[in-house]
């Protein structure tokens, strides 16, 4: 495949260069390019994104994947549309849950595809996650007010973790990997990979709440066909306690802006949940309520 014109997407942390690009024929594609280190981890995303496609989910369709001299060469379908988390404030609420419950609909069939057989047990893996975030933290110069509110959470469910089952994840499954192309939407980066706990998967669902609650609300129930179990909620706001916490040190690297983001979304993860004293956040709201 050659590309005879290719225009910068600015967007993501990945690092990698992406752009639209054109063949000979007019035809537009998504074209990402990556370091040869990276080569083994992004075969995976692209088998990933594969089977969600094949399983008939709305993503872009998959087209090549070709090492060459400077980089890894991935191109799919080009997309059309918007980003959702940009289109989401200027539509109807009734439009913005439906697209969540649409969303969460994907998701619960995407988590139909199984985690490796040599995964390790979700208990250990994420007690040894929450250990680090922990350290991370107690270590970091910055600390949140009322941080401690997540570490006594963390502290005290860790029981949750028990016998969870794993599938493959998205791995940055929010509004901002999402488009709206002509009222459809698509689901887009699957770089960010993994497996796990199908419920971790809802740990960026504070990205979706900033941008639209109607989303969220419609996200989760669209997941479950309806309003979801308790057992949902504890573990959500463990998975959240757990992201929050390491937002913080990660942010530090990249300046004022960074830190000013994570402190402001921990404020309002305290606020949502009442200093991490309730389990079912304020911001839901089930669909006879909206």
């Given at each position: 495949m050659?590309?005879?014109?290719?225009?910068?997407?600015?967007?993501?942390?990945?690092?990698?260069?992406?752009?639209?690009?054109?063949?000979a024929?007019?035809?537009?594609?998504?074209?990402?390019?990556c370091s040869?280190?990276?080569?083994g981890?992004?075969r995976?995303?692209?088998?990933?994104?594969?089977?969600?496609?094949?399983?008939?989910?709305?993503?872009?369709?998959?087209?090549?994947?070709?090492?060459?001299?400077?980089?890894?060469?991935?191109?799919?379908?080009?997309?059309?549309?918007?980003?959702?988390?940009?289109?989401?404030?200027?539509?109807?609420q009734p439009?913005?849950?439906?697209?969540?419950?649409e969303a969460?609909?994907?998701?619960?069939?995407?988590?139909?595809?199984?985690?490796p057989?040599?995964?390790?047990?979700?208990?250990?893996?994420?007690?040894?996650?929450?250990?680090?975030?922990?350290?991370?933290?107690?270590?970091?110069?910055?600390?949140?007010?009322?941080?401690?509110?997540?570490v006594?959470?963390?502290?005290?469910?860790r029981?949750?973790l028990?016998?969870r089952?794993?599938?493959?994840?998205h791995?940055?499954y929010?509004?901002?990997?999402m488009?709206?192309?002509?009222?459809?939407?698509?689901v887009?980066?699957?770089?960010?990979?993994?497996?796990g706990?199908?419920?971790?998967?809802?740990?960026?669902?504070?990205w979706?709440?900033?941008?639209s609650?109607?989303?969220?609300?419609?996200?989760v129930d669209?997941y479950?066909?309806?309003?979801?179990?308790l057992?949902?909620w504890?573990?959500?706001?463990?998975?959240?306690?757990?992201?929050?916490?390491?937002?913080l040190p990660?942010?530090i690297?990249y300046?004022?802006g960074?830190?000013?983001?994570?402190?402001?979304?921990?404020?309002?993860?305290?606020g949502?949940?009442?200093?991490?004293?309730?389990?079912?956040?304020?911001?839901?709201?089930p669909?006879?309520?909206?």
């Amino acid at each position: 495949m050659e590309f005879v014109k290719r225009e910068p997407v600015d967007y993501g942390w990945s690092g990698d260069k992406k752009y639209h690009a054109w063949d000979a024929h007019g035809k537009e594609y998504f074209l990402r390019v990556c370091s040869p280190e990276k080569e083994g981890r992004m075969r995976k995303a692209r088998e990933l994104q594969q089977g969600a496609w094949d399983l008939g989910l709305p993503v872009s369709q998959p087209l090549g994947f070709e090492p060459r001299e400077d980089g890894i060469y991935m191109w799919e379908r080009w997309l059309p549309g918007t980003l959702l988390k940009e289109a989401l404030p200027s539509l109807p609420q009734p439009e913005q849950r439906r697209l969540g419950w649409e969303a969460g609909e994907i998701l619960r069939t995407l988590h139909t595809i199984p985690a490796p057989a040599e995964a390790e047990d979700w208990e250990s893996r994420f007690n040894a996650k929450i250990d680090r975030k922990l350290q991370l933290y107690r270590e970091c110069p910055l600390q949140y007010e009322s941080g401690g509110a997540f570490v006594r959470y963390l502290e005290e469910n860790r029981g949750l973790l028990h016998g969870r089952p794993q599938c493959r994840q998205h791995g940055d499954y929010h509004s901002g990997n999402m488009m709206l192309c002509g009222g459809k939407l698509y689901v887009i980066d699957f770089d960010r990979f993994d497996w796990g706990d199908p419920w971790e998967e809802f740990n960026r669902i504070p990205w979706c709440v900033q941008a639209s609650p109607a989303f969220a609300s419609g996200m989760v129930d669209g997941y479950f066909g309806g309003e979801p179990p308790l057992a949902f909620w504890k573990l959500l706001a463990l998975y959240i306690s757990s992201n929050t916490l390491g937002s913080l040190p990660w942010a530090i690297p990249y300046g004022e802006g960074e830190i000013r983001v994570a402190k402001q979304q921990a404020a309002e993860v305290l606020g949502w949940y009442d200093n991490m004293k309730r389990f079912v956040p304020h911001w839901y709201q089930p669909a006879k309520e909206q």
